[in-house]
């Protein structure tokens, strides 16, 4: 034999009419469950009803009911449908009702109140009560009624099984007051207090879900919010994807990672994926240092990210389209000045750089040349600067002035003063062995 559960264990009353022959019935309501919570779905029960004296031993009213649980567990039952309500006095004594289900007695609980139509079927009203042709009225006020089996508490004409209208619904529980909402007895979600006053929404036992505000704004700290969520106050997010902005394609994202705080982003149509490598900007929570235009080359991949100030297409980690003012030195590690020349034959760094007087092309020097400078890979400030043409084979970046290695084969030092093959003088031969030349 199953053990079941009485989970609705408020019975529900309702005359069934009120009219000149009373039916002597009112309406009992359940949803059965085994003991491990899962409803008893459509099956057939057997349900006795006993109506028992205060001394919860002598019974007055006997009667059982077959019946089949819907999909959500629910039976309904007709008490005094099967056995004859009348002959209890209900006037005396306190009356106590007592549920079986397939055998296993469920509980015990006291009739508080009894239907006005089984207290009395001659008289039509009461201290209490006054009947109409389908509708019970409060004589205590007019607009507590219950009407086609419908409760409506401020109008007389409930429109839904319970209608309240101009009014307050209170819930007064000393430790957890709640709503449950069902839908086919599944899945249901509950909203309410606890002890702590504040105020949930979650969804039942073992499960999740969304809470969803389909329209309109929300406010916290605000009753008047003008988007759809206004804060006032401070938020915290304890994640280290504490935020997430989404548009079109891409996605942002805004990270704490240990000591750093990253500004993110995602690949084309994988908005709410993972970040790539691109690193625009990372900022030390330790010494507040900034870093911008980051790349993490990852798997050989050729991800480039740069600062454009007056561009939106940087071509070098900071791109800059308009003047520059500086307030103090500028500091880099190259050494020198030098400008792209176009060559005529390919040139390596510390060659001694010269122009072909015919060609007008800058070759490694020879006799009769215009001396130009020293070629180097390590300069400073670079003049007549183009795009990707550090990568192009048929320019060479020359040193013009500024400390620079050399190719001590390709030229003749005397007392420090470095010369060309042909005496053409170079410059002056440093202690840190490079050609200082202007």
Same mark, same amino acid.
């Given at each position: 034999?199953?053990?079941?559960? #009485?989970?609705?264990?408020?019975? #529900?009353?309702?005359?069934?009419?009120?009219?000149?022959?009373?039916?002597?019935?009112?309406?009992?309501?359940?949803?059965?469950?085994?003991?491990?919570?899962?409803?008893?779905? @459509?099956?057939?029960?057997?349900?006795?009803? /006993?109506?028992?004296?205060?001394?919860?031993?002598?019974?007055?009213?006997?009667?059982? *009911?077959?019946?089949?649980?819907?999909?959500?567990?629910?039976?309904?039952?007709?008490?005094?449908?099967?056995?004859?309500?009348?002959?209890? &006095?209900?006037?005396? &004594?306190?009356?106590?009702?007592?549920?079986?289900?397939?055998?296993?007695?469920?509980?015990?609980?006291?009739?508080?109140?009894?239907?006005?139509?089984?207290?009395?079927?001659?008289?039509?009203?009461?201290? !209490?009560?006054?009947?109409?042709?389908?509708?019970?009225?409060?004589?205590?006020?007019?607009?507590?009624?219950?009407?086609?089996?419908?409760?409506?508490?401020?109008?007389? +004409?409930?429109?839904? @099984?319970?209608?309240?209208?101009?009014? =307050?619904?209170?819930?007064?529980?000393?430790?957890?007051?709640?709503?449950?909402?069902?839908?086919?007895?599944?899945?249901?979600?509950?909203?309410?207090?606890?002890?702590? !006053?504040?105020?949930?929404?979650?969804?039942?036992?073992?499960?999740?879900?969304?809470?969803?505000?389909?329209?309109?704004?929300?406010?916290?700290?605000?009753?008047?919010?003008?988007?759809?969520?206004?804060?006032?106050?401070?938020?915290?997010?304890?994640?280290?994807?504490?935020?997430?902005?989404? *548009?079109?394609?891409?996605?942002?994202? *805004?990270?704490? !990672?240990?000591?750093?705080?990253?500004?993110?982003?995602?690949?084309?149509?994988? =908005?709410?994926?993972?970040?790539?490598?691109?690193?625009?900007?990372?900022?030390?929570?330790?010494?507040?240092?900034?870093?911008?235009? =980051?790349?993490?080359?990852?798997?050989?991949?050729? *991800?480039?990210?740069?600062?454009?100030?007056?561009?939106?297409?940087?071509?070098?980690?900071?791109?800059?389209?308009?003047?520059?003012?500086?307030?103090?030195?500028?500091?880099?590690?190259? /050494?020198?000045?030098?400008?792209?020349?176009?060559?005529?034959?390919?040139?390596?760094?510390? &060659?001694?750089?010269?122009?072909?007087?015919?060609?007008?092309?800058?070759?490694?020097?020879?006799?009769?040349?215009?001396?130009?400078?020293?070629?180097?890979? +390590?300069?400073?400030?670079?003049?007549?600067?183009?795009? +990707?043409?550090?990568?192009?084979? +048929?320019?060479?970046?020359?040193?013009?002035?500024?400390?620079?290695?050399?190719?001590?084969? =390709?030229?003749?030092?005397?007392?420090?003063?470095?010369?060309?093959?042909?005496?053409?003088?170079?410059?002056?031969?440093?202690?840190?062995?490079?050609?200082?030349?202007?």
């Amino acid at each position: 034999m199953k053990k079941v559960t #009485l989970i609705l264990v408020a019975i #529900l009353f309702a005359v069934t009419g009120i009219l000149a022959q009373v039916p002597n019935q009112f309406k009992y309501q359940a949803v059965l469950r085994n003991a491990d919570g899962t409803i008893i779905a @459509e099956e057939s029960v057997i349900i006795d009803i /006993s109506i028992l004296e205060s001394d919860l031993v002598t019974s007055v009213f006997d009667e059982t *009911h077959t019946v089949t649980t819907t999909a959500q567990g629910l039976i309904n039952l007709n008490i005094g449908s099967v056995e004859d309500l009348s002959v209890i &006095d209900w006037t005396a &004594d306190d009356y106590f009702i007592e549920i079986t289900v397939n055998g296993t007695i469920m509980g015990t609980s006291q009739l508080l109140s009894v239907p006005y139509a089984l207290l009395s079927e001659t008289a039509r009203t009461s201290a !209490d009560w006054t009947a109409d042709v389908d509708t019970l009225y409060s004589a205590v006020d007019s607009t507590l009624v219950i009407k086609n089996g419908k409760i409506g508490i401020g109008t007389t +004409d409930p429109e839904g @099984e319970l209608e309240l209208k101009n009014g =307050q619904i209170r819930i007064n529980n000393s430790s957890y007051s709640r709503i449950e909402y069902y839908i086919n007895g599944l899945d249901n979600w509950t909203t309410g207090t606890r002890t702590d !006053d504040d105020y949930y929404i979650w969804r039942g036992v073992g499960s999740s879900g969304n809470v969803l505000i389909p329209t309109g704004n929300t406010g916290i700290g605000t009753v008047t919010p003008n988007t759809k969520l206004e804060v006032t106050g401070e938020i915290t997010a304890n994640s280290q994807n504490s935020f997430r902005q989404v *548009h079109g394609d891409y996605g942002v994202i *805004h990270r704490i !990672d240990n000591n750093a705080y990253y500004l993110l982003s995602t690949n084309a149509e994988d =908005q709410y994926g993972m970040w790539n490598d691109f690193r625009p900007l990372v900022y030390n929570i330790i010494n507040g240092n900034i870093s911008l235009g =980051q790349a993490v080359y990852a798997n050989n991949s050729n *991800h480039f990210v740069g600062i454009g100030l007056g561009n939106n297409n940087p071509a070098y980690p900071l791109d800059v389209v308009g003047n520059v003012n500086t307030t103090g030195s500028y500091l880099t590690n190259g /050494s020198d000045f030098a400008e792209y020349f176009i060559n005529e034959e390919e040139l390596i760094s510390g &060659d001694i750089a010269g122009i072909n007087l015919e060609t007008g092309k800058v070759r490694k020097y020879q006799i009769g040349d215009e001396l130009v400078g020293i070629v180097s890979n +390590d300069a400073g400030y670079v003049g007549n600067n183009a795009l +990707d043409r550090e990568n192009d084979f +048929d320019y060479t970046l020359v040193g013009l002035s500024g400390q620079l290695e050399f190719d001590e084969s =390709q030229v003749i030092i005397e007392n420090r003063v470095v010369k060309t093959i042909d005496g053409v003088k170079i410059g002056v031969l440093l202690a840190n062995g490079k050609i200082f030349i202007r």
